[in-house]
């Protein structure tokens, strides 16, 4: 089939997906490390808020598949785009990180050997290792759209093929599966690498290739879409209660992120929150100026959020409420935590990339290359986020 040139069209439905992405990492962020974070309803929680990095991987194949699809690409000024937007925010954290966790002191050599250590890996907080499978995405990206458009006929098939091996992967990293060599070192250690995460990377992909039938079908099979992410909800949280209180697996190892359970709720998650986008765009997109300026600031609030839990942190250690908090019910202190923290988080977060949107800050800030002139006045506002 022949690449043809085709306009790049917005597609609004992407711009509520990734507020609620980010939303489900800072979710999963400030559960893991409030002062309940070993409790029964933390793991719960957990286990469901876990599918954010699927998702956010299902979202960025989508993205791209969309954009760059059918389209006459020019694979150097490609990954000269992609990679300046992904690299530079990913060194000023790196850096950032480094100073906030009280390593600026470190002699010289120390310092250097952890930054070097930190970039080549994306150590320096939790949340770094995505800048990494991203610039991996963006690498493979001619690749993977050649197999997307070589099995155009046979999607069904292609998704079903990386179905298995996705469930087959979850499964030796829940047993540790140890046969040796490089197979060894990556199940034990498969957060960074992007064969982690195929399945969500191909899914994207399919679903961008048949953005209009998949679109309709989501739409009209909505209670579908919905009742699945319920089910599979459902369902890990159960396998979370047999792990955790059948089986003596400890919160974190009961709830953690690569299991079976999680592939099926990761697309079950991604599938809703793109029916969200869908309904949200086909009523008009309400407040689509707010929505596209916190949507903008969404990948600062990635990059930013860590930092400011770790504010949180020592402000209530400071204070006494951390101690405190570890006497109330679980329920009581997860309520807060999501209800109130989290927006909080999400708020603050989004501030080094909002405020520094119009300067040349805004590309280390945020991901987002310096608005200028006319384009400023025609884009989306720090007020308008603010006003969210």
Avoid at 59 to 80: C, E, I, K, Q, S
Avoid at 283 to 304: E, N, W
């Amino acid at each position: 089939m022949a690449v043809t040139p085709r306009a790049r069209t917005h597609l609004h439905a992407v711009d509520l997906m990734r507020v609620l992405t980010v939303a489900l990492v800072v979710g999963v962020h400030t559960v893991t490390h409030s002062a309940v974070s070993d409790s029964l309803a933390a793991g719960a929680l957990t286990i469901v808020l876990h599918t954010s990095r699927e998702v956010f991987f299902v979202l960025t194949a989508l993205v791209l598949m969309h954009g760059y699809g059918r389209r006459r690409v020019r694979w150097l000024g490609f990954w000269r785009r992609r990679y300046l937007c992904v690299a530079v925010p990913y060194l000023a954290w790196t850096v950032i990180y480094i100073v906030a966790d009280g390593h600026a002191a470190d002699p010289l050599g120390s310092l250097l050997a952890r930054l070097g250590t930190d970039l080549l890996f994306g150590g320096a907080k939790y949340q770094m290792y995505f800048l990494l499978v991203s610039m991996q995405i963006y690498l493979c990206f001619p690749v993977i759209r050649w197999v997307i458009r070589a099995t155009a006929g046979h999607h069904r098939l292609l998704v079903g093929a990386c179905a298995i091996f996705q469930l087959g992967f979850a499964l030796a990293v829940r047993l540790q599966w140890s046969p040796g060599g490089v197979i060894t070192a990556w199940v034990h250690g498969p957060d960074a690498v992007l064969p982690s995460y195929l399945l969500y990377v191909i899914a994207g992909g399919v679903a961008a290739w048949h953005l209009e039938a998949f679109t309709a079908w989501t739409l009209a099979h909505r209670r579908h879409v919905l009742g699945g992410a319920a089910l599979t909800a459902a369902a890990g949280v159960v396998v979370f209660l047999l792990e955790r209180l059948a089986l003596g697996q400890t919160t974190v190892a009961a709830s953690g992120v690569f299991q079976p359970v999680v592939v099926l709720e990761s697309l079950a998650v991604a599938w809703t929150f793109f029916l969200a986008g869908s309904v949200w765009a086909e009523r008009g997109s309400p407040a689509r100026r707010t929505v596209h300026a916190v949507s903008d600031a969404t990948f600062g609030v990635y990059l930013a959020h860590p930092l400011v839990l770790m504010g949180i942190y020592w402000a209530t250690a400071a204070t006494g409420l951390w101690v405190g908090s570890q006497r109330l019910p679980a329920a009581l202190v997860l309520f807060v935590a999501v209800g109130v923290v989290v927006p909080l988080v999400y708020a603050v977060a989004a501030l080094p990339a909002l405020l520094l949107r119009s300067t040349p800050l805004s590309l280390a800030a945020g991901g987002r290359p310096r608005r200028r002139g006319r384009t400023a006045a025609r884009g989306h506002t720090t007020a308008d986020a603010v006003a969210a």
